[in-house]
């Protein structure tokens, strides 16, 4: 479609007229907060860590509570069988310190990945750490790591990638001379 000269003279000035109004809402004064006043609105306080054994990974939420401690939406009270429960509670019967700290925290865990094994070491660390940064203090981070380092600090180890030439990572096929 072509414009004649007249045309274009009509829709400039609209055009105009809207431009104008968009400067105008932009030059309008915004109401600003009291200097020094801070907002009354203060949520509960939370804290997210996470922790990694081999494949799995483990997040955790720390809020206030009654020490509620659940894993997958499951109480970790009911997880068979025993032995990983009592890997996956070991951060909290390290000291009275820990176990006073946990009574007084609910803990949600979500773990993805790898085996049950493996699930349930990061598990253990997730709840060591959300347990330690929730403290607020060096003090449960210093007890856990004289404890057990591996609370703390997620295993960086993975598992080496099998090669051509060899039934494993590092394993040769065997050779045969007859």
């Known amino acids: 479609m072509?414009?004649?000269?007249?045309e274009t003279e009509q829709v400039a000035p609209a055009a105009q007229a809207a431009a104008e109004q968009k400067v105008d809402a932009a030059k309008k004064p915004v109401a600003k907060k009291a200097a020094g006043k801070k907002s009354s609105k203060k949520g509960?306080?939370?804290?997210?860590?996470?922790?990694?054994?081999?494949?799995a990974v483990a997040r955790a939420s720390v809020k206030d509570g009654k020490g509620r401690i659940r894993v997958?939406?499951?109480?970790?009270?009911?997880?068979?069988?025993?032995?990983?429960r009592r890997i996956m509670a070991e951060p909290l019967t390290v000291s009275s310190r820990t176990k006073a700290m946990s009574d007084k925290v609910n803990i949600d865990v979500t773990v993805t990945g790898g085996g049950m094994s493996a699930q349930?070491?990061?598990?253990?660390g997730a709840i060591a750490k959300g347990i330690a940064a929730y403290s607020e203090g060096d003090d449960l981070k210093?007890?856990?790591?004289?404890?057990?380092?591996?609370?703390?600090?997620?295993?960086?180890r993975r598992v080496e990638p099998k090669k051509f030439k060899g039934p494993k990572a590092r394993a040769r096929f065997q050779k045969s001379y007859r």
């Not at 349930?120 to 253990?124: D, E, G, H, M, W």
């Not at 007890?143 to 295993?155: K, L, P």
Request: net charge positive.
């Open 2 to 6: 072509i414009l004649m000269a007249n």
């Open 120 to 124: 349930a070491q990061a598990v253990r």
């Open 142 to 156: 210093r007890e856990y790591m004289q404890h057990d380092r591996s609370m703390m600090v997620d295993d960086f």
């Open 72 to 84: 997958n939406s499951f109480d970790i009270n009911t997880i068979e069988p025993k032995e990983l």
């Open 44 to 55: 509960p306080r939370v804290v997210f860590v996470k922790s990694k054994r081999k494949q």
